[in-house]
């Protein structure tokens, strides 16, 4: 039964202790199921020394295991078509079949049985709840049905039992319609589409702050944390920006953030056992507060295609101690990821983190930022050419430029050549937004 701020309120403020005896049982028949239906972990597991479930061992010893890495799995789906070996169930079980954007890459399959829907759809529902959506809530929802995972947060909705008002991507002009029309409560999206959205409201003569939003709920990309972007939003719709945070190869929403807006809570409890990793040195690190690392993941319950220490590339910031909605756990912030990561003359930067810093000049800048490198890789030569556009009707002072390239040096430790930019000459995106672009980069 809910509670004001809690879906499932015994998962949600278990003990970690007994979480994990929880999970033990779980974990060791998942193993067992691999080694009975993963031709992928028969043989994954086999290589590493590990030729049956007892083998294993329990979730202590998880650490010994092998990683899984995106690149594995891409690389088994092109070999054996048409979803790999990881492919756990019949073909005639799966009930929807996503896809990644294949932005780093060729696109991953991921299969889903029904199984797997619910377990998503519970799991997602727990944190839509935490973000501030409600059974009565009238909600426009931003994301198509497919082909991301994204899509399924439609089938979430409808089991929260919202009012909704589906519109999807690629029609903004329909989607400020109904939200000034419809009044809804609550809206699902990236938070780079919630800054395009409030612009392109305006742009109509109409003010997103009236309307009637509740709560916005940002996902999909970092940002909705970062604390100036955060005001940022609020400030134009005039609600509480809560984040979501899932990964299509895992579980759609399986953080969710509280009425506190201090951190998301892991509320795939059950289904998905969660680690932390130095991304460096791949070892495990104890979620303690303000400690960094990496995010791993493994199933517990999967049918279609279980993962077993499958890599994030999601580089988090944990917090810890007692939150007033009662959720137990650690809490994170998504800084970046690790794949999207810079090496500058030895420094590790994360565009986020440039983004953070630019969004320290508003009013004078927008927020939108592009970082155009000037040879392909992750490695790069100062100074990091970095566009940044100037806020709409503002006149900045010279020196801004340089103003914000001191900044980055002091904060960061990086020399970038900032180049200011017209208000609306850099991209918006009605999904994700892009914050690197190589076009211009020597191979």
Not at 217 to 226: L, M, Q, Y
Request: with cysteine.
């Amino acid at each position: 039964m809910t509670t004001p701020d809690l879906f499932d309120p015994v998962a949600e403020t278990r003990e970690l202790a007994d979480q994990k005896a929880m999970d033990e049982p779980g974990y060791r028949k998942q193993i067992e199921y691999l080694f009975a239906h993963s031709a992928f972990y028969q043989e994954k597991l086999g290589e590493a020394g590990f030729k049956t479930a007892a083998s294993v061992g329990g979730l202590d010893d998880l650490r010994h295991l092998p990683f899984t890495a995106k690149d594995e799995l891409r690389a088994s789906q092109a070999e054996h078509l048409p979803l790999g070996k990881q492919l756990a169930a019949p073909f005639e079980d799966v009930v929807r079949i996503y896809s990644t954007s294949g932005t780093s890459g060729t696109p991953l399959y991921i299969p889903v049985t029904a199984g797997d829907l619910k377990r998503w759809v519970h799991t997602s529902n727990r944190s839509y709840y935490a973000a501030g959506i409600r059974p009565h809530h009238r909600v426009v929802t931003t994301y198509n049905s497919g082909p991301f995972v994204a899509g399924a947060v439609h089938e979430s909705m409808i089991a929260l039992g919202v009012r909704m008002v589906p519109v999807g991507s690629g029609n903004t002009d329909r989607l400020i319609t109904a939200l000034s029309r419809f009044q809804v409560q609550a809206m699902p999206g990236t938070p780079s589409y919630f800054l395009y959205i409030a612009e392109a409201a305006r742009e109509r003569g109409i003010d997103p702050a009236a309307c009637g939003l509740q709560t916005l709920v940002a996902g999909g990309e970092p940002g909705g944390g970062e604390a100036t972007v955060r005001a940022q939003i609020e400030k134009a719709f005039n609600t509480k920006v809560h984040e979501v945070l899932g990964l299509g190869e895992m579980s759609i929403s399986m953080f969710g953030e509280g009425p506190e807006q201090d951190g998301m809570s892991f509320l795939a409890r059950d289904y998905i056992h969660m680690e932390l990793i130095d991304p460096e040195s791949e070892e495990p690190i104890p979620f303690e507060n303000g400690v960094e690392g990496e995010l791993v993941y493994t199933h517990l319950q999967q049918e279609a295609a279980p993962l077993l220490r499958f890599r994030s590339r999601d580089r988090v910031r944990v917090s810890t101690g007692p939150v007033a909605s009662g959720r137990t756990g650690p809490r994170i912030r998504c800084i970046g990821r690790t794949d999207d990561m810079l090496i500058v003359r030895g420094v590790n930067l994360f565009p986020s983190a440039i983004r953070e810093v630019v969004n320290e000049f508003q009013p004078d800048v927008s927020g939108v930022i592009l970082i155009r490198p000037t040879k392909q890789g992750v490695q790069q030569l100062p100074p990091l050419p970095i566009q940044i556009e100037i806020a709409e009707g503002a006149s900045p002072e010279d020196g801004l430029a340089e103003a914000i390239e001191t900044a980055i040096r002091s904060r960061l430790v990086v020399t970038a050549r900032v180049e200011l930019v017209a208000f609306g000459t850099l991209p918006r995106s009605d999904y994700k937004t892009r914050l690197v672009d190589y076009s211009d980069a020597a191979d």
